[in-house]
Nanobody, 124 residues
Framework: QVQLVESGGGLVQPGGSLRLSCTAS????????VGWFRQAPGKEREFVAA????????DYADSVKDRFTVSRDNPKNTMYLQMNSLKPEDTAVYYC?????????????????WGQGTQVTVSS
């Protein structure tokens, strides 16, 4: 397993941008597909985006497509989420997750490791 730590959350105005980072410990990071989830108050955790271990394939929730970009740097054991054109409804705690493949991440039940989360607040 890998241990995951998120960073980069904060307060941003509507229309603004933020970049989240997820740094993993352990030399097996490059073998995992990794992704982002979010959970708003009173709502269930939902899938946001994911990227395959070899950086070839990405997957996005419809609500963030064309606004968010997921990427990873395997030598740095880090995944990123570039969030542009942020909306108040993007406000949530964002979590990174690792699984054996993209299908496992999407289903959530296949996630092997979770980060502790980072708060993103979009408000004027």
């Amino acid at each position: 397993q890998v241990q995951l730590v998120e960073s980069g959350g904060g307060l941003v105005q509507p229309g603004g941008s933020l970049r989240l980072s997820c740094t993993a410990s352990g030399r097996t990071f490059r073998t995992y597909s990794v992704g982002w989830f979010r959970q708003a108050p009173g709502k269930e955790r939902e899938f946001v985006a994911a990227i395959s271990w070899n950086v070839v394939t990405t997957d996005y929730a419809d609500s963030v497509k064309d606004r968010f970009t997921v990427s990873r740097d395997n030598p740095k054991n880090t995944m990123y989420l570039q969030m542009n054109s942020l909306k108040p409804e993007d406000t949530a705690v964002y979590y990174c997750a690792a699984a054996s493949n993209l299908v496992a991440i999407r289903s959530m039940t296949g996630v092997e490791s979770w980060g502790q989360g980072t708060q993103v607040t979009v408000s004027s």
